[in-house]
Nanobody, 116 residues
């Protein structure tokens, strides 16, 4: 199983980034996919999730600015991040979860840095 994130980088406040997480080795369409982030000195926190049925959940801090989406044919999940703020700076991790089997997989993370 592999989850490979890409798209992170350095951006000025107010800018946008699009993260991608390409997966392999899982039956992608039945998994709930999520993005989490961890800032220095802080615990990992949920950013957004998108289940196999298309339902989404967002952290209050990113509602209206971030959008999670998935392409089952490409086995890829995306996170479109707009109106970025310095407090969005963190390592962003992709997660694949299947509640029926308790399968849970993580990517290696991609750094997002938002400058003032």
């Amino acid at each position: 199983v592999q989850l490979v994130e890409s798209g992170g980088g350095l951006v000025q406040a107010g800018g946008s980034l699009r993260l991608s997480c390409a997966t392999s080795g899982i039956f992608f369409s039945i998994f709930s996919m999520g993005w989490y982030r961890q800032a220095p000195g802080k615990q990992r926190e949920l950013v957004a999730t998108l289940n196999s049925g298309g339902s989404t959940n967002y952290a209050d801090s990113v509602k209206g600015r971030f959008t999670i989406s998935r392409d089952n044919a490409k086995k890829t999940v995306y996170l479109q991040m707009n109106s970025l703020k310095p407090e969005d700076t963190a390592v962003y991790y992709c997660n694949a979860h299947h509640s029926g089997t308790y399968a849970d997989y993580w990517g290696q993370g991609t750094q997002v840095t938002v400058s003032f």
